[in-house]
């Protein structure tokens, strides 16, 4: 995974690109009617019921645009919220909140609706020893803040990128020749390149799982649309030699029948690309 470094240089990428898209050479509307030294109050408000996620990250977002900005929080990251309720509120100057406001809303809104989705899925797989994951199919531009959601939602982070994790899947597989020689070449690339980086292999099939187990150096073998059967088989097969990993259109109805076959995680890419922004506005007081 990314370092903790890395991961905060994302987020004040998204914050500097997302404040560039939206006020370009300024906010005019503000800086027609609203005086320089005007001072305001908003609070952010619900309007909705879920998860709520991204204070900590609109906290950066409003030090970004104004360090004189203040946040007096209410409601943490992480807990349940229902309409009406008044997560923070942030005072200071009245242009700098307005140049902000649309930031944060749009991230909250995204964050809040992917920590909810993903709490619902973490709740079922309570009882189980499988987590759930996230995927690399996320909101280009974005994806530090989508995958921080998942974590405040009680979901797990899969690898950030294709530079800090090598996965070898079907057309990787393919491209290279066969398992056996992906999983070869990959194993040479890294040693010659001092590369530290887990490796995970996608399988379609039990015969495929059975030629990964012979190689060398495989962190987890992802078990990519196998029915139940075939999974508690897969699971069995691989016993400790490495982590297991389910994917393919698991959904609400069937998470738990794959956790219950024994898989240490189950990735879902609709923690982050099938979700709808939960209702959330900036109002002032």
């Given amino acids: 995974m990314i370092s903790e470094a890395q991961f905060q240089n994302e987020l004040r990428l998204i914050i500097e690109n997302g404040i560039r898209e939206d006020v370009g050479d300024g906010d005019h509307s503000s800086l027609a009617c609203i005086p320089a030294t005007a001072q305001g109050k908003a609070k952010l408000l619900v309007k909705d019921e879920g998860i709520i996620a991204g204070v900590e990250f609109a906290k950066m977002i409003f030090q970004y645009v104004d360090k004189d900005l203040k946040v007096e929080t209410f409601i943490q990251d992480a807990t349940p919220v229902k309409y009406g309720d008044v997560v923070f509120h942030v005072s200071g100057s009245s242009q700098s909140i307005l140049k902000s406001e649309r930031l944060v809303l749009n991230a909250m809104q995204r964050m809040s609706a992917i920590a909810t989705k993903t709490q619902s899925f973490a709740r079922l797989l309570e009882g189980t020893k499988t987590k759930v994951l996230d995927t690399r199919k996320t909101t280009p531009g974005i994806r530090a803040i989508e995958k921080w959601a998942v974590k405040i ?77 075939m999974t508690r088989t897969a699971v069995a097969l691989i016993g400790d030699q490495c982590q297991t990993e389910s994917s393919g259109n698991i959904n609400e109805k069937t998470i738990r029948n794959y956790a219950d076959c024994g898989v240490n995680y189950i990735s879902s890419g609709a923690l982050t690309h099938s979700v709808y922004n939960m209702d959330l506005s900036l109002k002032a007081i």
């Avoid at 292999?201 to 196998?226: H, W």
């Fill in 153 to 229: 939602g009680g979901g797990e982070n899969h690898r950030f990128a294709l530079y800090d994790m090598v996965m070898l899947k079907d057309n990787h597989i393919d491209f290279a020749g066969g398992i056996t020689k992906a999983i070869q070449k990959t194993n040479d690339y890294l040693k010659q390149n001092n590369l530290d980086l887990k490796i995970i292999v996608e399988a379609r099939n039990l015969d495929e799982v059975r030629e990964i187990l012979q190689s060398d150096n495989v962190y987890r073998i992802l078990l990519d649309n196998f029915d139940y059967d």
